[in-house]
Structure formats: C-alpha cells, structure tokens
C-alpha cells in the first residue's frame, strides 16, 4: 500500500519539476529574444539630480567620494604558517577576561 502512495508522491514531484523546468526555459528564451537593459543598483534612495541611484555608505570615505581601492586585501600563506598561528593561539596563555569570567575554586 505505501509504495503506491510513495509512486504517486514521487510522480506528483516529478510532474510540478519538469513543469518548472520548461516555465524557466520559456522565460530564458523570451528574456534571451528581448533582453532588457541592465540597470544599476537602484535599492537605496536616488540622489537629487535623477535617475543615478546613491552608493551604499560603506562604500563612501569620510568626504562622501566613492572608494575605488579595494575594501578587503588578503593575503596568502602557507599552510606551515597558518598551522604555527592556531598552535599559538591553541597553546598561548588564557587571556585576562577569561580569567575573571572564571569562576574561582578558592571560594
């Protein structure tokens, strides 16, 4: 008796995903036909002269001027390295906060 109901789950699913399937093709293909143009990023709120849409405010510096560096420079090392920086950490003395957090055994 379950293994009916467990076909027919299976070939309502099957059903509703090739029907998904062929929508997002037929959308594909009339976006791929009339492509629309790309517009900027409009969330935030427009800026007075019109249709130029206001940078996000971390990516202004203190004068309100766009930044044009890079926010986030990485730097690579080796996996010797990275393993010698958590052996530090794992061995290193517990820091003074997680001593008062601590609670004492003499009381």
Do not use: C
Request: no cysteine; glycine share 8%; net charge negative.
């Amino acid at each position: 008796m379950w293994h009916v109901v467990y076909i027919i789950a299976f070939a309502g699913l099957a059903i509703v995903a090739i029907a998904n399937l062929v929508r997002n093709l037929m959308v594909l293909g009339g976006n791929a036909r009339n492509p629309r143009p790309v517009r900027p990023y409009s969330g935030g709120p427009q800026t007075p002269e019109g249709d130029r849409p206001m940078p996000h405010p971390e990516l202004l510096d203190q004068d309100g001027q766009v930044i044009r560096e890079p926010l986030l420079v990485m730097r690579s090392i080796s996996v010797k390295d990275a393993r010698e920086q958590l052996d530090a950490l794992y061995n290193g003395t517990p820091t003074d906060d997680a001593d008062d957090s601590a609670p004492d055994s003499d009381r």
